[in-house]
C-alpha cells in the first residue's frame, strides 16, 4: 500500500539554526500539507501546497517557513531559524483530489527538537 | 469551518460497541463530517467521511441525523488496539481541503 515517508524521524537543532524537514508524499497525489503537533496538544495545521504553489497558510506560517516541491517526489518544510516554541511533531499529508476533499494520508512525522 | 464539540475522554471494554458523538451545530451546506484516528506518535489516520444519512465502511460506520448538527462515529466490538484519539472534523473540501483539528475523543479500551 502507498504511504507518505518522511525524514528525518527525529532532528535535534540548536535555536537559531536552519532545518528542512523532508517529506515524499503518495505518487500520484496532488495536494500537500504540513501539519504540526506540539506534545500533549492538537494537530494544527500550517500550509497546503497545490499546483507548485501555496493554496493556503495558517498564521502559524509565517516568513520563516517555506515550502518547495525541488523535484518530482519531494516536498519539504523549511524553517528558516528555529525557535525553543517551534519544538513539535511535524507531520506531511497528501490527497489524491485536486480539490483538496477527501482522505488525507499522513506521514509518520517528524520530531523536531530544538535546545 | 464549523467548531466541533465532542467529549474529551471515553472508556470502554474490548468487544462492546462505542459511539463517540460530536456536535457541530454550525455545520454549512457544503461542509463534510470526518473521523481520524490518532495513535500515539503517529500521523492521524482516516476513519470516515460523510455528508448525510449513514455511511458503513470495513472499520466503522457514521451517523447524520436529517439536521446535520451531530454525528455518531460508532466502532463495533472494540479490542485494546482501537485505543488512540479520535477527531471530529466538519468542513468545505472544495476550499483547498485543510483539516481543523479539535481536541479530539481519547478512547481507552480495557480488556
Known amino acids: 500500500e502507498p504511504e507518505v515517508t518522511q525524514t528525518p524521524s527525529h532532528q535535534v537543532t540548536q535555536m537559531g539554526q536552519e532545518v528542512i524537514l523532508r517529506c515524499v508524499p503518495i505518487s500520484n497525489h496532488l495536494y500537500f500539507y504540513w501539519y504540526r503537533q506540539i506534545l500533549g496538544q492538537k494537530v494544527e495545521f500550517l500550509v497546503s501546497f497545490y499546483n507548485n504553489e501555496i493554496s493556503e497558510k495558517s498564521e502559524i506560517f509565517d516568513d520563516q517557513f517555506s515550502v518547495e516541491r525541488p523535484d518530482g517526489s519531494n516536498f519539504t518544510l523549511k524553517i528558516r531559524s528555529t525557535k525553543l516554541e517551534d519544538s513539535a511533531m511535524y507531520f506531511c499529508?497528501?490527497?489524491?483530489?485536486?480539490?483538496?476533499?477527501?482522505?488525507?494520508?499522513f506521514g509518520p512525522g517528524t520530531r523536531l527538537t530544538v535546545l | 469551518l464549523a467548531k466541533t464539540t465532542q467529549p474529551i475522554s471515553m472508556d470502554s471494554y474490548e468487544g462492546q460497541e462505542v459511539n463517540i458523538t460530536c456536535s457541530h451545530n454550525?455545520?454549512?451546506?457544503?461542509?463534510?463530517i470526518t473521523w481520524y484516528q490518532q495513535f500515539p506518535s503517529q500521523g492521524p489516520r482516516f476513519i470516515i467521511q460523510g455528508y448525510k444519512t449513514k455511511v458503513t465502511n470495513e472499520v466503522a460506520s457514521l451517523f447524520i441525523p436529517a439536521d446535520r448538527k451531530s454525528s455518531t462515529l460508532s466502532l463495533p466490538r472494540v479490542s485494546l488496539s482501537d485505543t488512540a484519539v479520535y477527531y471530529c472534523?466538519?468542513?468545505?473540501?472544495?476550499?483547498?481541503?485543510?483539516?481543523?483539528f479539535g481536541q479530539g475523543t481519547e478512547l481507552s479500551v480495557k480488556p
Open positions: 499529508a497528501s490527497t489524491l483530489g485536486t480539490s483538496g476533499r477527501g482522505e488525507q494520508f
Open positions: 454550525n455545520i454549512a451546506t457544503n461542509d463534510y
Open positions: 472534523l466538519v468542513g468545505d473540501y472544495n476550499q483547498g481541503g485543510k483539516l481543523i
